[in-house]
């Protein structure tokens, strides 16, 4: 047994003696106990089930990443079928080409499964693209027939790839579509269910989940990251405080629920423009710049500042093993065992190794 596994054993032991003594001092029958302590041990014990996507464009090191975890995965989410102008589904050349090893991979584990993620990105002949593009979701769930044409399209889809499951991840939809969107989605689930297949829906942190009806059946994820990104300042994808408030959201929600985190994270120069990285990218940044990244406590992140070429400074922030595993510990504490990842490719030895336990 690892040092690792020893503490964490040690932990676990530790909270039921205190629960014990909480409860015998209360002087309550310590079977009967449902003190928080208890609980979060019962958390801790529990497996954690997790999930992954792997991207058209990111596809080989998506796989080289998958590789390494199917131990750990129930199942890969292969993203992701867009739209053309005439709101079809599109599959990319990347996409044909790196879903067969996708599939390949999956195989050589009976435990992994393969689905489709469908996304309302829309992808133009002129090589221009418009990503989250609510118009799409509005056209496509307007009228029982549109929605019934749309839904057929993806049941042919599933057909001739193979898939096991589909997930939508239609963002910024809205107020107005939200009830077409929710007979969508009761419908899609009824006909994929016929077929012995399965839905996975995707939910944004701003979706007004308390206030909607959401169909019992699918699997619903809800996307705890981006607290910071291309549109805010320097900051983690997420933190505590956000992921515990999404969690207590998402009880509102019928069903299974799942809580997806992020790898990688954003570089961002002084004056406030951000790209992504991936995990392994903003280590050679910290190596190549001779910086040293520092814990950030509030979210078990990593940051650190960097000068380029052009004398211009950044700040880059990113999750790595000890992050994930910071979040997923806060997930299990909030009574939540299912968990995604966005997503694989150029992870650390270390990340793969997490997600494959």
């Not at 057929?152 to 790839?161: C, F, G, K, S």
Request: with cysteine; aromatic share 8%; glycine share 6%.
């Amino acid at each position: 047994m690892t040092m690792k596994k020893r503490f964490k054993k040690q932990t676990i032991v530790l909270a039921v003696c205190l629960s014990a003594i909480g409860t015998l001092l209360g002087g309550c029958d310590i079977l009967g106990s449902t003190s928080d302590s208890w609980k979060s041990v019962e958390a801790a014990e529990q497996p954690m089930e997790k999930t992954a996507w792997v991207t058209d464009w990111q596809w080989m090191d998506g796989s080289a990443d998958l590789q390494g975890m199917t131990n750990g995965l129930t199942s890969v989410q292969m993203f992701a079928a867009y739209f053309d102008e005439a709101d079809q589904l599109l599959f990319t050349d990347m996409f044909k080409e790196g879903l067969p090893k996708v599939q390949e991979i999956s195989r050589k584990s009976s435990l992994v499964h393969v689905d489709l993620t469908i996304v309302n990105d829309q992808k133009r002949k002129n090589g221009t693209d418009s990503q989250k593009d609510p118009a799409i979701v509005t056209r496509l769930m307007a009228t029982p027939q549109s929605r019934t044409k749309h839904i057929d399209q993806i049941m042919e889809a599933v057909t001739t790839y193979q898939f096991h499951g589909v997930e939508i991840d239609y963002e910024r939809v809205a107020d107005k579509d939200w009830q077409n969107m929710l007979l969508f989605i009761q419908e899609l689930h009824k006909r994929l269910q016929a077929k012995e297949k399965t839905l996975r829906v995707v939910l944004e942190p701003r979706t007004p989940i308390e206030t909607l009806a959401l169909p019992k059946g699918p699997v619903y994820v809800m996307m705890a990251y981006n607290l910071y990104g291309t549109s805010t300042g320097p900051g983690p994808k997420a933190d505590r405080a956000f992921i515990k408030e999404l969690a207590t959201r998402m009880k509102a929600v019928p069903g299974e629920k799942v809580i997806a985190i992020a790898s990688g994270g954003f570089d961002w120069t002084a004056s406030g423009k951000a790209v992504q990285v991936t995990e392994q990218q903003a280590v050679y940044l910290a190596k190549v710049n001779m910086a040293q990244p520092q814990r950030d406590e509030a979210s078990g992140s990593l940051y650190f500042q960097y000068v380029d070429e052009q004398k211009q400074k950044h700040t880059v922030w990113y999750a790595d093993e000890t992050t994930l595993q910071t979040w997923s510990q806060v997930i299990a504490s909030e009574g939540y065992h299912k968990l995604a990842l966005w997503r694989l490719g150029d992870l650390s030895p270390a990340s793969v190794s997490f997600m494959n336990e």
